[in-house]
T-cell receptor, first 117, second 112 residues
Framework: EPEVTQTPSHQVTQMGQEVILRCVPI?????FYWYRQILGQKVEFLVSFYNNEISEKSEIFDDQFSVERPDGSNFTLKIRSTKLEDSAMYFC???????????????FGAGSRLTVL | SQKIEQNSEALNIQEGKTATLTCNYTNYSPAYLQWYRQDPGRGPVFLLLIRENEKEKRKERLKVTFDTTLKQSLFHITASQPADSATYLCALPNSGYSTLTFGKGTMLLVSP
């Protein structure tokens, strides 16, 4: 079964450092997402990406964050100048079709746990 | 924005019983609603999608209902097993249908 692959599984960084979280979505999917989950809290939407541009972003996704699809397979989330409150599990997800059609069933990766010290 | 409410208290049931989880939403009624399962430290896994014109949807031991008048979905697991123990998340599209918003989820614990 096709899956979404995320690396690293766990990253520890110092406050103020930059981190890049990587994702390989399912190959024939067209829509890509980043979500995060702070320990004990709900899965929160960060950003969606379609046709090589951001289609929607939440208020969490400020200038500290950026996303990129540098080639045909990878989808990255960059967090600049990390803060303690950025510590969370970050999930990448992809979906095959347009959300309006109901075809945006999301396939999630296993997540990247970010710990900011 | 849409507010999704799921019972934050864990649901404890005995093996073999039917578990019923509730998802209420407060704003517009979406064209569809989804349920996901999340195990500790893992990403959510899609279970079922139900559309607004479907009253009920089944998949093996799972059943979902969608009542747009009550603004509520019920998620049932029949003949529950300890392996069903997990957190179950309700998810709705936002008003622009550009993404999914998740509820906080309800933890289900099935004891042998």
């Amino acid at each position: 079964e096709p899956e979404v692959t995320q690396t690293p599984s766990h990253q520890v960084t110092q406050m103020g450092q930059e981190v890049i979280l990587r994702c390989v979505p399912i190959s024939n999917h067209l829509y890509f997402y980043w979500y995060r989950q702070i320990l004990g809290q709900k899965v929160e939407f960060l950003v969606s990406f379609y046709n090589n541009e951001i289609s929607e972003k939440s208020e969490i996704f400020d200038d500290q964050f950026s996303v990129e699809r540098p080639d045909g397979s990878n989808f990255t989330l960059k967090i600049r100048s990390t803060k303690l409150e950025d510590s969370a599990m970050y999930f990448c997800a992809s979906s095959p079709g347009h959300p309006l059609s109901g075809a945006n069933v999301l396939t999630f990766g296993a997540g990247s746990r970010l710990t900011v010290l | 924005s849409q507010k999704i409410e799921q019972n934050s208290e864990a649901l404890n049931i005995q093996e073999g019983k039917t578990a019923t989880l509730t998802c209420n939403y407060t704003n517009y009624s979406p064209a569809y609603l989804q349920w996901y399962r999340q195990d500790p430290g893992r990403g959510p896994v899609f279970l079922l999608l139900i559309r607004e014109n479907e009253k009920e949807k089944r998949k093996e031991r799972l059943k979902v209902t969608f009542d747009t008048t009550l603004k509520q979905s019920l998620f049932h697991i029949t003949a529950s097993q300890p392996a069903d123990s997990a957190t179950y998340l309700c998810a709705l599209p936002n008003s622009g249908y550009s993404t999914l918003t998740f509820g906080k989820g309800t933890m289900l614990l099935v004891s042998p």
